[in-house]
């Protein structure tokens, strides 16, 4: 849901599909699709998802730290230059040049067109007057003044941050395999989740374990970011970092060798849990959201159903999201044809209405969403469409609350970029979920089990109504 010309957002997929109501010439190029009639596009991004790394930190809300992919093609994002470049501001000063940059960039793609109700033209008026010694002085007037727009997913990328990005995405450095979130309410950053086989969880790292410090740089102090965590964890292939975890009250230092890390994204199981007959559940586990997900999905539900499986739960708690039609073509594997998806409000007001094109292929097993507060973004637009067309129950707990979507663009002379959201999502009933997130409909508890199906209560288990 970034914008990755690569990825399709709205054109039709075999895993099920749905359609977009927005005329062609309508839409907002930077959310719409790849011209080169390429097929192998979608199909080849298997599970390394080169794009992932770049829509983690942009369309996600708790960050991923999966620092390189190996295995399969990956879908390439792009990284654009602004249309405006550094060189087109005649006798400013360098500094004044990529302030100059930085803010045309914003100009021409943010969403809120009243730029958080201030005077955005007086704003560049008075950065590009200001004389700057160097063009660290400027970078920090990038910031502040990108920061003045009260929305956290724009930003300014420092040139580490924004090839930390880049190198990750185009998967030319390794890590340690750990999924990284933050906890909204003590600030917290931990292990969402840990890679099987990877460097962290073979030298003893587990789910649940607290951020202390990573090669060096303290992070319990509150003012850390996953970011900034996974960018510490990221590096050379054979390099070495030290990480320092707490764990049920105790400091254990761990000492890792950063290796290439392959993401298993979708992986499936028969629960030990029941139906409240004594039919058997088959669990998705989904971990985030590229092209390919809804294929891996619609595979993984053949193969439980050979097992026998008589209901299904989708298992989505931590999934921080990822790009849009993963999302979108896994809730259409479940809905019948002309079933409302998602509506995407671009910063002209123009709305794409995306809704199902055929009958998915899973239309009458009970199917339970389990969801928690750091479901987000792709994974928040899949819940709420299944749940707003009555097709499966939710379960868990509240949901982050991410509604909007970014771009990415870069500035000239290796000044870094500049992260901006462009776009907002609303529900297939027009709910703006932004900040407040999905409701459940039945509470429960399952930050503990790793069966997904264990916590759901079996009279969630219903047949969709007819």
């Not at 998802?49 to 792009?78: I, K, N």
């Not at 302030?99 to 960039?105: D, G, L, Q, T, Y």
């Not at 979130?181 to 931990?190: C, E, M, N, P, R």
Request: aromatic content about 6%.
């Amino acid at each position: 849901a970034v914008h990755i010309p690569t990825a399709d957002a709205f054109a039709p997929h075999s895993s099920g599909g749905y359609s977009s109501a927005l005329h062609a010439s309508q839409r907002n190029p930077d959310l719409d699709a790849d011209k080169s009639g390429n097929p192998d596009i979608l199909k080849d991004v298997r599970q390394s998802m080169t794009a992932f790394a770049l829509a983690c930190t942009l369309f996600f809300a708790p960050s991923v730290e999966f620092q390189s992919f190996s295995g399969g093609e990956g879908l390439m994002p792009t990284f654009h230059p602004s249309t405006a470049s550094a060189s087109d501001y005649g006798s400013l000063s360098d500094e004044q040049k990529a302030v100059a940059e930085a803010w045309r960039i914003v100009d021409n793609n943010f969403f809120d067109r009243t730029f958080n109700n201030q005077d955005w033209f007086k704003i560049r008026q008075d950065s590009v007057k200001k004389k700057y010694k160097t063009m660290d002085d400027a970078r920090v007037e990038i910031d502040t003044i990108v920061g003045t727009l009260g929305d956290k997913y724009t930003r300014y990328l420092t040139p580490a941050k924004y090839r930390s990005i880049v190198d990750a995405a185009t998967g030319t450095l390794a890590g340690v395999g750990v999924e990284i979130a933050i906890d909204k309410d003590s600030g917290v950053i931990f292990v969402a989740d840990t890679e099987p086989n990877a460097p962290a969880v073979n030298g003893g790292i587990r789910k649940g374990d607290k951020f202390l410090e990573v090669d060096g740089i303290r992070f319990d102090d509150g003012k850390g970011t996953p970011d900034d965590v996974a960018s510490r964890l990221r590096g050379p292939e054979g390099s070495r970092v030290g990480i320092v975890m707490e764990r049920d009250g105790n400091v254990q230092d761990f000492i890792l060798t950063r290796q290439p890390i392959t993401i298993t994204s979708v992986r499936s199981y028969m629960s030990s849990a029941k139906t409240d007959n004594g039919g058997q559940i088959g669990v998705v586990r989904i971990k985030s959201f590229s092209g390919t997900t809804a294929l891996t999905v619609k595979e993984k539900l053949n193969d439980l159903k050979s097992n026998g499986a008589e209901a299904f739960v989708l298992d989505v708690r931590g999934n921080p999201g990822g790009l849009l039609p993963g999302g979108t073509d896994t809730a259409a594997l479940f809905l019948e044809a002309n079933k409302p998806l998602v509506f995407v409000v671009d910063k002209k007001g123009v709305q794409d209405n995306q809704s199902t094109y055929q009958d998915g292929m899973e239309l009458e097993r009970p199917l339970v969403v389990v969801v928690n507060k750091n479901t987000a973004s792709a994974a928040e637009v899949m819940t709420a469409a299944l749940k707003e067309n009555q097709r499966a129950m939710i379960v868990g707990e509240q949901t982050f609350g991410k509604g909007i979507i970014q771009t990415i663009r870069q500035l000239s002379n290796d000044n870094g970029g500049v992260a901006v959201t462009v776009a907002k999502y609303e529900t297939p009933l027009h709910n703006n979920i932004n900040k407040s997130g999905i409701a459940v409909d039945v509470s429960a508890d399952c930050t503990s089990n790793e069966d997904a199906a264990i916590c759901v209560p079996t009279s969630a288990f219903k047949k969709p109504s007819s």
